[in-house]
């Protein structure tokens, strides 16, 4: 059901609405399932794809069939290693084996685990397991090495942390802690698909020659999540940004959360943007070296997205209240850019690290560095699209005719004028559906409307009167009009 503040949210935001429509309704993927000839493991495995994650979701069901199930396995298969490694009420030692010998359950017929607790979120896909296990053992032998290659490193990794004992009391310590956490539980998800990528034939070997870039994806995405989710982690008694950098700014990390050291959090969440901001060069420098669009698409949507809510929590004092998101109209024109080409993520990147360097205050210790850090991004991007190219610098003389950039400019300003009216005139015509609708049930119900209108118009009536009536005793009233004779008329 639609709600009166949407209603109003998208009267005074009606491109957001536009995209939202744009995408819903004339947004064509690239490449559509085939369902008719899926067996039933897989389907209950796409399911399972839809319930656990909303965002990558749609964007995975549009890969190329080549790509499309092994990765949404190497998904869910990753899914079910973090559902281990989230829960707090398994103990250690359960843990430990669990996640250290997960690759080689993915090829144990019917293998299930039914250890979480009841409440964890994505408990039914471990209960289900021997679905993805049938359908992970008909992939392609390639692929099934590089996914149970990534699991194994990715499950060891988590293990080393859950046996740190300081890990544990006091959560991640410097920052090349914080470095390594992030290439265990996102660097390695990087690696692993890049490696599915380039197998494919639909990425650029030099890729896998180039680890830092592969690298940047995965720890951009999971720092931006590290920084939005630290009130619901905290929650969880799990704390991930670095005693290194928020001891500078408090002396005790669920300070961060209190109101009277509202100013010192925001500078300490100024500088783990920071951290995450000196990696998004390197992911548009990656997007660049991808061959197909749907796999294109796959990478660029989550990054687009992750920078567009790096602003929205950059000096946002609600991260420290509660979990925030960009709205879902932002998020879908995100997505119709981000599906289109290099360029236009660029210019994603560059309006919302604008963004970030709008909101900069020279009071922040991290002023100067995030000024450079935007700078350094904004300088990448102008040195492979130039925003200034020859033939915009040299100017039509009168009477030439025009450039055929500023016809294709004249060209998208007038259909992006006609969207608007067409926008304004649809939200028009809803609220007077729904106001129609709120009277004839007002109705319905009774409502007399003909008495309504006789006291406003009773109303109306005397004030008109009190308006123009004289009032007893005002000079008005005791002096008698002034006669006119013939002559002076």
């Known amino acids: 059901m639609v709600k009166v503040t949407d209603i109003l949210y998208y009267a005074i935001n009606p491109q957001e609405l536009r ?7 004339w947004h064509q993927p690239v490449h559509e ?23 990558f979701s749609a964007v995975i069901q549009e890969l190329h069939p080549e790509l499309l199930l092994p990765i949404c396995l190497f998904y869910l298969i990753l899914r079910g290693l973090d559902t281990i490694e989230d829960d707090t009420s398994i103990p250690a030692e359960t843990k430990n084996p669990l996640l250290r010998d997960f690759h080689d359950r993915l090829e144990e017929d019917g293998w299930c685990f039914t250890g979480n607790r009841p409440e964890e979120k994505d408990r039914e896909l ?37 046996n740190n004992a300081e890990f544990n009391e006091v959560g991640v310590d410097k920052i090349e802690d914080y470095e390594l956490y992030c290439h265990y539980v996102a660097g390695l998800v990087g690696e692993g698909l890049t490696r599915l990528f380039v197998e494919s034939g639909y990425g650029n070997p030099a890729l896998l020659q180039k680890s830092h870039l592969h690298e940047s994806m995965g720890r951009f995405l999971q720092k931006t999540n ?14 991930f940004w670095p005693r290194e950098i928020w001891s ?52 660029a949507i989550p990054q687009s997205m992750a920078i567009a809510t790096l602003a929205l929590c950059f000096r946002n004092p609600k991260i420290f209240e509660r979990n925030i998101k960009i709205t879902r109209g932002q998020a879908c024109q995100i997505m119709v850019a981000s599906t289109q080409n290099l360029r236009i993520v660029c210019e994603v990147f560059r309006d919302h690290v604008r963004l970030i360097h709008k909101k900069n205050v020279p009071q922040d210790p991290s002023f100067l560095k995030i000024s450079i850090a935007c700078g350094k991004i904004e300088q990448f ?12 610098v040299i100017r039509s003389k009168p009477g030439e005719p025009k450039t055929l950039k500023a016809l294709e400019k004249e060209a998208q300003d007038k259909e992006a004028r006609h969207d608007m009216l067409m926008m304004m005139m649809a ?21 007399r409307f003909d008495l309504a209108f006789a006291d406003a118009k009773k109303g109306m009536q005397d004030i008109m009167a009190s308006n123009w009536r004289p009032a007893p005793g005002s000079s008005r009233a005791a002096k008698p009009a002034k006669q006119f004779d013939h002559d002076e008329i």
């Not at 995209?19 to 309704?25: E, M, T």
């Not at 500088?271 to 548009?284: F, G, K, R």
């Not at 028009?428 to 709120?438: F, N, P, R, Y």
Request: charged share 30%; glycine share 4%; proline share 2%.
């Open 381 to 392: 991007i102008e040195s492979i699209f130039p925003s200034q190219r020859p033939e915009d």
């Open 33 to 55: 399932r085939e369902e008719d000839k899926e067996s039933v493991s897989s389907r209950i495995c796409y399911d399972f794809l839809d319930k656990t994650s909303r965002s």
């Open 226 to 239: 590290i920084i939005r989710d630290i009130k619901e982690d905290f929650d969880d008694k799990r704390k």
């Open 248 to 299: 500078k700014h408090v002396d005790k990390y669920e300070d961060l959360l209190k109101p009277e050291y509202r100013d010192a959090a925001l500078n300490c969440s100024s500088e783990m943007v920071l951290n995450a901001l000196n990696h998004a060069d390197e992911c548009l420098f990656y997007l660049a070296g991808l061959k197909e669009q749907s796999v294109f698409n796959f990478c």
């Open 427 to 447: 939200m028009g015509t809803m609220l007077l559906v729904v106001s129609g609708l709120m009277f004839g049930l007002a109705w319905l119900l009774g409502a």
């Open 126 to 162: 471990l209960v289900q397991f021997k679905h993805v296990v049938t359908e992970f053992k008909k992939i392609k032998p390639a692929y099934r090495d590089i996914i149970k290659d990534t699991t194994d490193k990715m499950g060891n990794g988590m293990a080393d942390y859950i």
């Open 19 to 25: 995209s939202i429509i744009q995408w819903k309704v």
